[in-house]
């Protein structure tokens, strides 16, 4: 019996003028932001995390300056890491052995069109093979570089696809691409990462590197690899200690910085964190904001329909009946404003993903989650409800003579 | 519908469906108080075809507000089918209120954004009835009030005697036993009036009990058999006709 009331109501919110639809858009801009947000933030924390590129958990990384991350930035400042440090690391018991490598800008030159590209050095000999796996590539066409390549060169993936690599015409395994002036061989494609860097990567051997870049002892990053996982957290002290002593810097006075993939990834996500619950207390505050535009409104309703309350007590309305009406109403009222920012909020989700993969080069995956879409409608049916007590039972109770006069 | 009988009486107490017994109604105006209705006293039998008549002020029309159970007296008792309605809870008084009277307005008082049918449809729906037997009903008394191609129409679509018809098919949906009509011709002119008079006339002689509420001495003494005149919120005359 209850749901002819939802089939009153629908005919209700139907004469309703844009004056109430207005009251709703706190409601709606509240929802846009929490489905846009939740859809949103999960796609950009994939999409960072696998920007970093490292797989092994046993990892540490060495870095001058305060950046962190693994860009070619940090060749500049002011004091940075070397060989030397690599090698002095790797005399400490809990490290199984270090690798220095450099991430260097390289001018590319293909078909006579020039662009500026990275490219990282791949060490000689067990570290090579360790490299591969820490930071998880594998070939898709060609094969990876190996021990003795000369005048050879792997790239990423977006380096040899034409609508990307800004050559305008595709490279393949056994194309010539000129690297800073040098012919190299092209002996692999690399599979596509998801990473803006890892995408567009030459992969060099370090010999060669040095030798084409004339490069001294400085390099961008020291890779350590730790003997077992449980020792991670000593064996970072063990080097923060070992280079502050070689750096001669006091403790909270560090010119570099030794952090773990773990560790990193918890600083990005708690940044992304902050910004979820700073959104969602704006969306908090809006979807108060639209309910209290649903009181208004209803309140306005109330007042506007009370002949037609006394007509239903006449024929027979209860109070409770009368009561019953404007509840559901009102929530009605709220779930167009869930339907209306459910939607939209999707759209900006799957916009936005689509944007961040298109910009950074991941490929994180646009889900809609229906067990979160239900709850929002749930929820938002649910709080047009709650708002609509008050008014309802202002109606509720109104007496039916007085009712009838207006 | 009358499937409840109450206990045995005498037969001519039986046949009483309203009772007002010496009914005071005053309305406390802050400074003043307005005596409305003073010790008014009123028996209205089954099957009747009653007027209330008076002067506006006389009391004419808070006498029908508590005939139709939508008040309270401030002193004495009304009883409706025997119920002292001021005993009864206020859901208890709204369902009898939607089974025994079917009220009509002078306004038409139509909800506006509902169909002639799903108005009539309404009372019902207060009642607990059923969906499809809501529907049948409302489209039976459609047709009795010769309305079935209005049926879809909304209030606003419809002349001012088909809304009044609309409302009287309303009054009637969940059969009650007392019509009761508040100037139901004051907003029509006197063609379309007289058509709503004989549906009255027509719905009393199959049984109803009409209770009709007005200032034209004309319309009650031609309709109504018995004629209550009030006059400064007291009984001033009761005229019958023979």
Redesign the interface.
């Known amino acids: 019996?209850k749901i002819?009331y939802f089939f009153?109501a629908l005919?209700?919110l139907?004469?309703r003028g844009l004056r109430s639809w207005l009251t709703l858009l706190g409601v709606v801009i509240g929802i846009i932001a929490v489905v846009s947000l939740i859809s949103l933030g999960d796609g950009l924390k994939m999409a960072v995390n696998s920007q970093f590129g490292i797989s092994t958990t046993e990892v540490i990384t060495v870095q001058a300056g305060g950046i962190s991350g693994y860009g070619p930035p940090g060749s500049g400042a002011v004091n940075p890491v070397t060989i030397k440090d690599a090698e002095a690391i790797e005399k400490l018991d809990k490290v199984q052995y270090t690798i220095p490598r450099r991430v260097k800008s390289l001018e590319l030159e293909y078909n006579n069109k020039l662009v500026i590209g990275f490219g990282t050095d791949v060490p000689e000999g067990e570290k090579e093979k360790f490299m591969y796996s820490t930071v998880d590539i594998t070939a898709k066409s060609g094969r990876l570089l190996q021990d003795g390549d000369t005048n050879k060169i792997v790239i990423g993936h977006d380096l040899a696809d034409t609508t990307k690599n800004g050559f305008d015409k595709p490279l393949s395994v056994g194309d010539n691409l000129k690297v800073n002036g040098k012919d190299y061989r092209i002996v692999g494609i690399l599979e596509k990462k998801g990473s803006f860097i890892w995408d567009k990567i030459v992969l060099i051997k370090s010999p060669e590197m040095k030798s084409l870049l004339n490069l001294n002892d400085d390099v961008n990053i020291i890779a350590v690899k730790v003997i077992s996982k449980d020792l991670m957290a000593q064996a970072k002290l063990d080097i923060e200690n070992l280079m502050r002593k070689r750096r001669n810097v006091k403790i909270g006075h560090e010119d570099f910085q030794v952090s773990t993939p773990e560790a990193e990834l918890a600083t990005v996500n708690s940044i992304l964190t902050g910004i979820q619950i700073f959104i969602a207390l704006i969306a908090g505050i809006s979807i108060f904001v639209g309910a209290v535009g649903i009181v208004n409104t209803m309140t306005t309703s109330v007042l506007e329909r009370t002949?037609?309350i006394g007509?239903?007590?006449?024929?027979?309305?209860?109070?409770?009946?009368v009561f019953f009406q404007f509840f559901i109403e009102a929530g009605m009222l709220g779930l167009v404003g869930g339907i209306i920012g459910v939607s939209i909020g999707a759209l900006i989700g799957f916009a936005g993903t689509q944007g961040i993969n298109s910009f950074i080069g991941s490929q994180s995956p646009f889900n809609i989650n229906w067990i979160l879409i239900l709850a929002t409608l749930v929820g938002s049916f649910v709080i047009g409800s709650i708002s609509g007590i008050a008014p309802a039972m202002k109606a509720a109770n109104m007496?039916?003579?007085e009712a009838?006069r207006k | 519908m009358q499937t409840k009988k109450s206990a045995p009486k005498s037969k001519k107490e039986e046949e009483i469906i309203i009772q007002l017994k010496e009914v005071h109604k005053i309305y406390d105006m802050g400074e003043s108080k307005v005596h409305a209705l003073d010790s008014l006293d009123l028996k209205i039998h089954k099957g009747e075809f009653v007027a209330i008549m008076g002067p506006s002020g006389s009391g004419k029309s808070t006498a029908m507000?508590l005939v139709?159970s939508?008040?309270i007296p401030t002193k004495g008792a009304i009883y409706l089918d025997h119920h002292n309605i001021a005993d009864l809870h206020?859901?208890d008084l709204?369902?009898i209120?939607?089974?025994k009277i079917?009220?009509i307005?002078q306004q038409f008082?139509?909800?506006?954004?509902?169909t002639a049918k799903?108005n009539v449809m309404?009372?019902m729906?207060?009642?607990?009835i059923?969906?499809e037997e809501r529907e049948d009903k409302a489209e039976e008394l459609l047709k009795l009030v010769e309305l079935e191609d209005r049926m879809d129409h909304y209030p606003k679509q419809l002349s001012g005697g088909q809304q009044q018809r609309v409302a009287i098919a309303?009054a009637l949906s969940?059969d009650p036993e007392v019509i009761l009509a508040d100037e139901p011709t004051g907003n029509l002119d006197t063609h379309t009036g007289e058509i709503v008079m004989e549906f009255l006339s027509k719905l009393n002689k199959q049984g109803k009990t009409i209770i009709m509420v007005t200032h034209s001495p004309e319309l009650a003494q031609k309709h109504a058999r018995i004629v209550y005149w009030l006059k400064d919120g007291k009984l001033e005359k009761i005229t019958r006709k023979k």
């Open positions: 019996m002819d009153i005919k209700n139907r004469r002949k037609e007509i239903m007590k006449a024929i027979g309305a209860k109070n409770s009946d007496n039916p003579v009838l | 507000n139709g939508l008040d206020e859901s709204a369902q209120r939607g089974k079917g009220f307005f008082n139509l909800i506006p954004n509902l799903e309404l009372p729906l207060f009642q607990g059923s969906r309303r969940n």
